[in-house]
């Protein structure tokens, strides 16, 4: 079956131009994750959408950055006015519900940024 | 925003030999998580932990949830050139429905042959 796909795989813009970001989960996942990935870091939470619930915004690092999660399935992460310290690769994971030991988050390949 | 404090950064190890990684953290965590990272791929989940003390194995590697629910560490027996890769810690505290997870900075690991 299809794992997590994103779009682009690779995006380079220049400094204050606005990038989108797609991502698809797997089909039947009602949770989905954005995260970003800093060269040579670990995973930084950005937003989390669960179900028809309002999503946990609270990993977005400035009002630059926004994401929707269209009927439920494909988000887009959108980034306005780049800055060259936006660059890194953005993640995208989604899950099944949660459940009693929480669930496992299934990973895209990730969407590579660099903001000229 | 905060992460795991994972040690060692990076290791060089030569292929056969046992390796083993941790992670601290100042907060308590419901659960622990592994995962491993290759080059311009996303992270998959090597090992989930649930319950303070537990012991998991899968295949060549042994993870263990801190009894203090704070720590954690991943062995890898018998490395192998595959194993070559990012491996990351994560915590995650699970209250509502929220599910977010923490993760570790990282350990870098290269198989000599």
């Known amino acids: 079956g299809a794992g997590v796909s994103q779009s682009p795989s690779n995006k380079v813009t220049e400094k204050g131009k606005d990038v989108e970001l797609r991502c698809d989960p797997i089909?039947?996942?009602?949770?989905l994750y954005w995260y970003r990935q800093s060269l040579g870091q670990g995973l930084e939470f950005l937003i989390y959408?669960?179900?028809?619930?309002?999503?946990?915004k609270s990993g977005l690092p400035s009002d630059r950055f926004s994401a929707e999660r269209t009927g439920g399935s494909v988000s887009t992460l959108t980034i306005q006015r780049t800055q060259q310290e936006d660059s890194a690769v953005y993640l995208c994971?989604?899950?099944?519900?949660?459940?009693?030991?929480?669930?496992?988050?299934?990973f895209g390949p990730g969407t590579r940024l660099l903001v000229l | 925003g905060q992460q795991l404090n994972q040690s060692p950064q990076s290791m060089f190890i030569q292929e056969g030999e046992d390796v083993s990684m941790n992670c601290t953290s100042s907060?308590?965590?419901?659960?622990w998580l592994w995962y491993k990272q290759d080059p311009g791929e996303g992270p998959v989940l090597l090992i989930a932990?649930?319950?303070?003390?537990e012991l998991t194995s899968n295949g060549r590697l042994t993870a263990q949830f801190g009894i203090t629910r704070k720590d954690s560490f991943l062995n890898i027996s018998a490395s192998i050139p595959s194993d070559v890769g990012i491996y990351f810690c994560?915590?995650?505290?699970?209250?509502?429905?929220?599910?977010?997870?923490?993760f570790g900075t990282g350990t870098r690991l290269q198989v000599t042959l």
């Open positions: 994560a915590g995650r505290v699970l209250t509502g429905t929220a599910s977010k997870l923490t």
């Open positions: 959408f669960q179900g028809n619930s309002a999503p946990d």
């Open positions: 089909s039947g996942h009602t949770a």
């Open positions: 994971a989604s899950s099944l519900s949660l459940g009693t030991h929480g669930e496992t988050q299934y």
């Open positions: 907060s308590i965590f419901n659960t």
């Open positions: 932990l649930y319950k303070a003390g």
